[in-house]
């Protein structure tokens, strides 16, 4: 039986606390650009429109948004590279 706890483990965490419009979404882009093709990126962000640009941002990109959780800081958003 898989361990779906897996999931939760990003392959590299991104810190965009503090950080605003349009930062978060411009660190994000980067950092997925170092990651190969199946790894997930873990991005903490507090700007109160990360969930909406990432959301954004992963669609147009064809990225897969695996989970988006609320945290004391802010958002914990879990990216999946797809291409």
Same mark, same amino acid.
């Given at each position: 039986?898989?361990?779906?706890? @897996?999931? /939760? !483990?990003?392959? !590299? #965490? $991104?810190?965009? #606390? %503090? ?5 978060? *979404?411009?660190?994000? /882009?980067?950092?997925?650009?170092? @990651?190969? *093709? %199946?790894? *997930? $990126?873990? *991005?903490? +962000?507090?700007?109160?429109? +990360?969930?909406?640009?990432?959301? +954004?941002?992963?669609?147009?990109? %064809? !990225?897969?948004? #695996? =989970? #988006?959780?609320? =945290?004391?800081? %802010?958002? &914990?958003?879990?990216? &999946?590279? =797809?291409?």
């Amino acid at each position: 039986m898989a361990d779906s706890s @897996l999931e /939760k !483990q990003p392959n !590299q #965490i $991104l810190d965009c #606390i %503090g950080l605003y419009c349009p930062m978060p *979404v411009i660190n994000t /882009k980067d950092e997925m650009d170092s @990651l190969a *093709v %199946g790894e *997930v $990126l873990e *991005v903490l +962000a507090d700007d109160p429109a +990360a969930e909406e640009d990432l959301k +954004a941002w992963a669609k147009w990109t %064809g !990225q897969e948004m #695996i =989970t #988006i959780e609320k =945290t004391d800081e %802010g958002k &914990r958003f879990l990216i &999946r590279k =797809t291409k």
